[in-house]
């Protein structure tokens, strides 16, 4: 299922949706193309932070429509979400049989503060994160590339090469997402 408010992307599944997620999942993938994904995710800071440029202080927290996220809730997700693929990244290292829990982004949007955090402190805790996150995937050696782990809501094993794709793929869908609001904005 595609939507055109998502530029041709598809919508997030629902959380029980298995089939849904493991097309979103491949679909994020393919965006990095060709390119690096440590590339992408070491420059995903900056490109986040001329993307909020963009917007005035009071731009920020108006959603792209109704019921739809804010640029301030957008950047706060993407913390929350390297603050969690911080400690996975780490388990798959450690762990031999390790278990992804997965997080349902709807509900961690829901239920945590989102539209009220700060854009610049969520901007500079993914930052943050992401640094130290580069520290690892830039010193894995080609065996640790290759550690995967199981997720609970996905079949199979993902390595952390598919990881770094997924992430890498996971910021440009949000960069996207932020030109699609402050677009929205007129």
Sequence with gaps: MTAPDRGGLSVTPAGDDRDGWLRFVAETRALVGEHDPVTLLAGAPERYARSLARFTTAQRDVP?????????QVLAHVADTETAWSVRIRQILVLDDYVMDGFDQAEWAARLP????????????????????LTIWQSLSAAEWERSARHGHRDG??????????????????????????????
Excluded: V
């Excluded at 792209?64 to 301030?72: F, L």
């Design 64 to 72: 792209e429509r109704p019921g739809a996220w804010s640029a301030t």
């Design 114 to 133: 989102y539209a009220t955090w700060n854009a610049e402190e969520s901007l500079a805790l993914f930052a943050q994160l992401r640094a130290r996150n």
């Design 157 to 186: 094993r993902e390595s952390l090469r598919d990881i770094a794709r997924l992430l890498a793929g996971h910021d440009l869908r949000h960069e996207r997402q932020l030109a699609r609001i402050r677009a929205s904005l007129g």
